[in-house]
């Protein structure tokens, strides 16, 4: 049993930042990569950045434009998303996500390839 304990999401105006953390625990596993991923309302899940465990590889999506930067504590189990500059259109449910795939340079951007996922912390930016 694996819980993905997501915190740090909140209500904040336009230009304002947040830092998410979300840490891993319950049975033990090797963590190959641990991601982030949001949802907005009336649209699909996308892939946010995400950190493989050993090499400290990162991948970000388009629109973070170096907003946010992903990093991890692989002692505490735990990743960490700093999001700065915050815009409206960052408003959405972020998720909390681990994959066990074995990847130690490949960053994966696909749900498929995450097999745990947390509860979702809401961000809301507002105007």
């Known amino acids: 049993q694996v819980q993905l304990v997501e915190s740090g999401g909140g209500l904040v105006q336009a230009g304002g930042s947040l830092r998410l953390s979300c840490g891993a625990s319950g049975r033990s596993f090797t963590t190959s990569v641990m991601g982030w991923f949001r949802q907005a309302p009336g649209q699909e899940r996308e892939f946010v950045a995400a950190i493989t465990w050993v090499t400290s590889n990162t991948g970000y999506a388009d629109f973070v434009k170096g907003r946010f930067t992903i990093s991890r504590d692989n002692a505490k189990n735990t990743v960490y998303l700093q999001m700065t500059s915050l815009k409206p259109e960052d408003t959405a449910v972020y998720y909390c996500?681990?994959?066990?795939?074995?990847?130690?340079?490949?960053?994966?951007?696909?749900?498929?390839?995450?097999?745990?996922w947390g509860q979702g912390t809401q961000v809301t930016v507002s105007s």
């Open positions: 996500a681990v994959s066990d795939s074995g990847y130690h340079y490949y960053v994966p951007r696909g749900e498929t390839t995450y097999i745990y």
